[in-house]
């Protein structure tokens, strides 16, 4: 579905430091979510993906994070306003599942399922791009080179705390999914800090 990316109503919260003391729209079963507004000092505000968009949009939260699509399609630009903006830094990818019965399909018919969805990856990429390009220039807060990486390290350190439970979170992230997105990163930025850290995930 794309990158997450947090849309605020202020264009000043562009730091997390900026984040502290805001309301923030999280889905209330995300417990990685909830550990990360925790941690930048935000206010948790229990949500659900039936009714963050209309928090946000009436003001009830400072801030919610989405995909692009919702800029349009859920009309975030009604939150944003005329101050605020949607922060250039993906938080998250977000994927979608079919989830089907075991016994109601048959092996070959489960196969070409497969076959079905990964053939319309290339469409649902062009169109993910589509939706980020057609949001006005104006509208994204540009983050300076030099944020990203202390960005990078505060979400690795998140990513450990909730691997082996520690400051407060649970134990969340299993260690081979965190190894093998790591590697991921990784091969497509090499030169990140998290590649040669001690405490390699």
Wanted: a negative charge.
């Amino acid at each position: 579905a794309g990158a997450g990316y947090l849309f605020v109503n202020d264009r000043s919260i562009d730091t997390a430091g900026e984040l502290a003391g805001k309301r923030m729209a999280t889905l209330d079963y995300q417990k990685d979510a909830i550990h990360m507004v925790n941690h930048v000092k935000a206010t948790v505000v229990p949500s659900d993906i039936t009714n963050f968009a209309g928090k946000f949009n009436n003001g009830s939260v400072d801030t919610a994070y989405a995909p692009a699509f919702a800029y349009e399609a859920l009309e975030l630009y009604k939150g944003i306003g005329e101050d605020g903006g949607i922060v250039d830094y993906p938080l998250a990818q977000l994927t979608i599942q079919i989830i089907a019965r075991d016994d109601v399909f048959d092996d070959t018919t489960a196969q070409k399922s497969r076959d079905v969805a990964w053939g319309m990856y290339g469409q649902a990429m062009d169109l993910i791009q589509r939706q980020e390009s057609a949001i006005p220039e104006e509208k994204w807060i540009r983050i300076p080179d030099g944020d990203i990486e202390g960005y990078q390290e505060m979400f690795r350190e998140n990513r450990l705390q909730l691997r082996d439970g520690t400051d407060g979170a649970k134990k969340v992230y299993h260690p081979k999914m965190m190894s093998l997105l790591s590697k991921i990163r990784c091969s497509s930025n090499p030169g990140a800090s998290e590649c040669t850290a001690p405490d390699r995930e």
